[in-house]
């Protein structure tokens, strides 16, 4: 017990120091392997890390960050945004909209917040403090609204979540739909307020025929969601086929429709996008070392032991589940946290009769929280490089956004067929 | 020294596109041969294990420049204040043990590959040897080494650029 408390004080103290997050995770797993079980020969470990990222499911992950490096780049982004506008920007606050729209849009084809703040916010934050928002309102806005892309498909964070618990990951998306949509529409009421008490006015009111012709300049770009969501819930794709089949399509509309993308640019995309894969991927290699000590050590059974010798049910578990992924969030990138406290809590969510998928939008959603939770949020931090604004600026204006996504975690956590109505109706 | 550096990074950086673009491509075939109902589609479940494989040296061989460049994820909000605080050389520490941890795991890897290859144990599909897999881990983290070397040292700077984390 005393050797066990030393190696988890052990990672405390190499992830606030600053060690590389794969060092956190790998670290104390050799520990682990070292101390308890010796007997077990070293080359289990390489084993594990190499077994851990040689998985069909997630070969989606590449191709999706491959995809969305391509369209960030190029002009798809630009103009499903620019399509968003067209329907919705002569309402009232309609930039707000906007910037909700835009970023779920965005999400649809990226699957990355951080990526998605730093799209959106070059795009739209000028507009909006144009439109008369206030500048803290539309910097919270803009960070906030990127966590939409954790939920719409397709989500990086929901494929590992489904590698690591066998959820179906088709199921997760159809979910994500839903949780997301409940996302946006708390965070357009906040708009609707704010543009109330601001006394924005609305954009140029944009006739038929304008949207029309705002839909025609978005016809490729809108064939990208069509291939992934479409090809996904219509059974044609599975979703690593559609991630592969989405970075065709990219590359296609952004060299051949767009001429947009050159060979020497395919190149540095694809450069960068190898390097994106490699950091997610190394985490999921030592995170899988570490949870099959977690499972070797029995660790969700001493928590179930624990919560019945408590006497608490599923409710005081969810709000238990709701603190743990917060505080994690709020400190460690959502990958970490997924591999960190989902081997030992998922378990115990599946012996209590949680349902697997509305247990993977809770963490889902409360990881996304934590991305904008003051003072280490990553969005946050994203947002202010990129717009050049400090980090307090951007602090002062996140909190009603905090304050209504622990409103939506709420209904989420405790209203389960918001999470699993659109699954059932889809596959059953 | 450093035009070798050069050379290795010209190396790892052409690696990693041309493996990156051929999974894609050789993919999409497997989709398109599925999809249009053709008989040679059981012929090519080779493809869906040659891109597993790819994928695991394409994540390996990047993960000496991702360090180098300062990518990998780290919470390093704390970092400077800690080492002022304690007046410790924290970056030569983290430095040291990310490159004992590397080192480690090359040598458990070239163990784990020797081992493998004798069994002759096969891929099912490709019928190559298994022992290539355990291959990737083990050049990847002695590049990952060669990196924290070469940071410890003062070579590179890996630093000084802002980081903007994971997905």
Redesign the interface.
């Known amino acids: 017990m005393i050797l066990f408390a030393v190696v988890i004080a052990i990672a405390i103290v190499l992830l606030v120091s600053g060690f590389e997050m794969f060092l956190v995770l790998g670290v104390p797993a050799i520990m682990v392997k070292q101390f308890f079980y010796g007997s077990l020969p070293d080359p289990v470990i390489v084993q594990k890390v190499v077994g851990g990222i040689n998985h069909s499911t997630l070969l989606a992950i590449p191709f999706f960050i491959l995809a969305a490096e391509l369209m960030g780049d190029g002009q798809i982004a630009r103009r499903l945004t620019d399509l968003v506008q067209s329907l919705v920007g002569h309402r009232r606050g309609g930039i707000g909209y906007t910037v909700i729209g835009g970023s779920m849009a965005f999400g649809s084809v990226s699957g990355s917040a951080p990526a998605t703040v730093a799209a959106m916010g070059r795009m739209v934050y000028p507009e909006m403090t144009s439109a008369g928002f206030r500048d803290r309102f539309s910097l919270g806005l803009v960070a906030s609204s990127a966590e939409t892309a954790l939920l719409i498909p397709p989500s990086i964070t929901l494929i590992i979540y489904g590698w690591m618990t066998g959820a179906s990951v088709a199921r997760l998306f159809v979910a994500g739909i839903a949780v997301g949509l409940v996302l946006g529409v708390v965070f357009a009421v906040l708009v609707a307020v704010e543009a109330r008490r601001s006394g924005v006015s609305g954009g140029a009111k944009t006739s038929w025929r304008e949207r029309f012709a705002s839909i025609r300049h978005a016809a490729w770009a809108l064939g990208m969601p069509l291939i992934i969501l479409g090809g996904i819930y219509s059974g044609f794709f599975t979703t690593t086929e559609a991630a592969a089949a989405s970075v065709v399509y990219a590359i296609f509309v952004e060299a051949v429709v767009f001429r947009t993308l050159t060979l020497r640019g395919l190149f540095g995309i694809t450069e960068r996008a190898a390097i994106s894969t490699a950091i997610i991927f190394v985490l999921l290699a030592l995170g899988g070392l570490l949870s099959y000590f977690i499972t070797l050590a029995q660790v969700p059974n001493h928590i179930l032991a624990f919560l019945s010798a408590a006497d608490a049910g599923p409710v005081m578990f969810l709000l238990v589940v709701n603190v743990a992924f917060l505080i994690a969030g709020m400190f460690i990138d959502p990958n970490s946290a997924l591999l960190i406290l989902v081997p030992p809590l998922y378990p115990v969510a599946t012996a209590m009769g949680i349902d697997p998928i509305h247990f993977g939008m809770i963490v889902t959603l409360n990881i996304s929280v934590g991305m904008i939770t003051p003072p280490f949020g990553l969005d946050l931090f994203v947002a202010a490089s990129t717009l050049g604004k400090p980090v307090m600026t951007i602090i002062s204006g996140i909190w009603p956004f905090v304050a209504a996504n622990l409103v939506a975690l709420a209904i989420i956590t405790y209203v389960p067929p918001i999470s699993t109505f659109l699954p059932n109706l889809a596959f059953g | 020294m450093r035009k070798a550096l050069s050379l290795l990074r010209t190396a790892e ?1 052409l690696s ?2 041309l ?3 051929t ?2 491509g050789l ?2 075939i ?2 398109v041969v ?2 249009s109902g053709s008989s040679l589609a059981s012929d090519l479940a080779w493809i ?1 294990e040659a ?3 790819m ?2 040296y ?6 000496g ?3 180098e ?1 300062g ?9 400077n204040a ?1 080492a002022e605080a304690t007046r410790l050389p ?1 970056r030569k ?2 430095d040291t ?2 490159f004992v ?1 590397a080192l ?2 090359v040598w ?2 070239c ?2 590959t020797v ?1 493998v290859f004798g069994t002759g144990q096969r891929s099912p599909t490709l019928g190559f040897p298994m022992g290539w ?2 291959v ?2 083990t050049i990847g983290f002695a590049l990952l080494a060669l990196r924290y070397l070469l940071s410890f040292a003062g070579v590179i700077d890996r630093f000084s650029e ?1 980081r ?4």
Do not use: C, K, Q, S
């Open positions: 950086r990693l596109v493996i990156f673009l999974m894609v993919y999409f497997n989709v599925r999809a869906e891109v597993r494989l994928n695991v394409l994540v390996f061989l990047a993960l420049l991702a360090l460049r990518r990998h994820v780290a919470v390093d909000t704390w970092r800690i924290l520490i983290i043990v990310g941890l480690y795991l458990i890897g163990e784990m081992f897999i355990y990737a881990p802002n903007e984390g994971g997905a």
